[in-house]
Antibody, heavy 119, light 108 residues
Framework: QVQLVQSGAEVKKPGASVKVSCKAS????????MHWVRQAPGQGLEWMGI????????SYAQKFQGRVTMTRDTSTSTVYMELSSLRSEDTAVYYCAREDLSGSYYIIWGQGTMVTVSS | AIRMTQSPSSFSASTGDRVTITCRASQGISSYLAWYQQKPGKAPKLLIYAASTLQSGVPSRFSGSGSGTDFTLTISCLQSEDFATYYCQQYYSYPSSTFGQGTKLEIK
């Protein structure tokens, strides 16, 4: 079945970087754009950016420009989201979500990765 | 950036009630709107896309309407499993997207 499986929880110190992975299975990896969305504890959903797994092109939310890098590995059907210069406000659950072919809404989501930033 | 404002932020209802949640966009977004349901500790689940199209497998008691700037999600007869937080999402400004702040539906 179609699924996205993310890497496990992370604890990082302020100023560090974190790299979260999202492994796709059950479909043609290069055919669907992938988005990253995060959710701080008790808060709403925040769009971070998009990657085209086919060519690797990306587009990021202005808020994260300069701090986020999204990459992919087609040999393992995995996309990555790396966030640098972490601060406490980056404590959140990070989700990958597959864009549908008919529109940029998300039917398939990863299970989420909790990233905690604490000294 | 397009802002999405949901109302109410939270409210209480009873099983069997008909409930309506509103989402307003800061500018016109045609019908590029989706609704999600999220339960604690889980990823969001798509309910409605293109403002009014029911996602496959979602019960017919859920419906969506609206276009332009004003949208509604209606649950015709609340079931116990419907108590959750609901989010609207605009995808008009592709590739970027924004979500409403959420509406928490609690049991009265």
């Amino acid at each position: 079945q179609v699924q996205l499986v993310q890497s496990g929880a992370e604890v990082k110190k302020p100023g560090a970087s974190v790299k979260v992975s999202c492994k796709a299975s059950g479909y043609t990896f290069t055919s669907y754009y992938m988005h990253w969305v995060r959710q701080a504890p008790g808060q709403g959903l925040e769009w971070m950016g998009i990657i085209n797994p086919s060519g690797g092109s990306t587009s990021y939310a202005q808020k994260f420009q300069g701090r986020v890098t999204m990459t992919r590995d087609t040999s393992t059907s995995t996309v990555y989201m790396e966030l640098s210069s972490l601060r406490s406000e980056d404590t959140a659950v990070y989700y990958c979500a597959r864009e549908d072919l008919s529109g940029s809404y998300y039917i398939i989501w990863g299970q989420g990765t909790m990233v905690t930033v604490s000294s | 950036a397009i802002r999405m404002t949901q109302s109410p932020s939270s409210f209480s209802a009873s099983t069997g009630d008909r409930v309506t949640i509103t989402c307003r966009a800061s500018q016109g977004i045609s019908s590029y709107l989706a609704w999600y349901q999220q339960k604690p500790g889980k990823a969001p689940k798509l309910l409605i896309y293109a403002a009014s199209t029911l996602q496959s497998g979602v019960p017919s008691r859920f419906s969506g309407s609206g276009s332009g700037t004003d949208f509604t999600l209606t649950i015709s007869c609340l079931q116990s499993e419907d108590f959750a937080t609901y989010y609207c999402q605009q995808y008009y400004s592709y590739p970027s997207s924004t979500f409403g702040q959420g509406t928490k539906l609690e049991i009265k």
